[in-house]
Nanobody, 118 residues
Framework: QVQLVESGGCLVQAGGSLRLSCAAS????????MGWYRQEPGKQRELVAA???????NYVDSVKGRFTISRDNAKNTVYLQMNSLKPEDTAVYSC????????????WGRGTQVTVSS
């Protein structure tokens, strides 16, 4: 059974920092592409950052230079370091995994709420 469990979301002031974590189980983590989406109420889900199994990363333009995605294959965990947070970063952040064993399918976590106050 595949599980993705996010943590780290909370209320923070604008300009502050947070680190989100996503712990994965049930997949060969080192061979999975991982990433983070976010969604605000009433809006479309947006891909924020992704990291491939080989370590290549990409980011949505609005977070470049502020957010950093990383992975620790020994801990089966992917992180999203968020700095210089803005109120528009407020959203539910969800982790996904594209497993090597099932490449056409995305596994999802339940999400963690990030709220940035002005």
């Amino acid at each position: 059974q595949v599980q993705l469990v996010e943590s780290g979301g909370c209320l923070v002031q604008a300009g502050g920092s947070l680190r989100l974590s996503c712990a994965a189980s049930g997949i060969i983590f080192g061979r999975a592409d991982m990433g983070w989406y976010r969604q605000e109420p009433g809006k479309q889900r947006e891909l924020v950052a992704a990291v491939t199994s080989g370590g290549n990363t990409n980011y949505v333009d609005s977070v470049k230079g502020r957010f950093t995605i990383s992975r620790d294959n020994a801990k089966n965990t992917v992180y999203l370091q968020m700095n210089s947070l803005k109120p528009e970063d407020t959203a539910v952040y969800s982790c996904y995994a594209r497993a090597y064993e099932r490449p056409g399918y995305l596994y999802w976590g339940r999400g963690t709420q990030v709220t940035v106050s002005s």
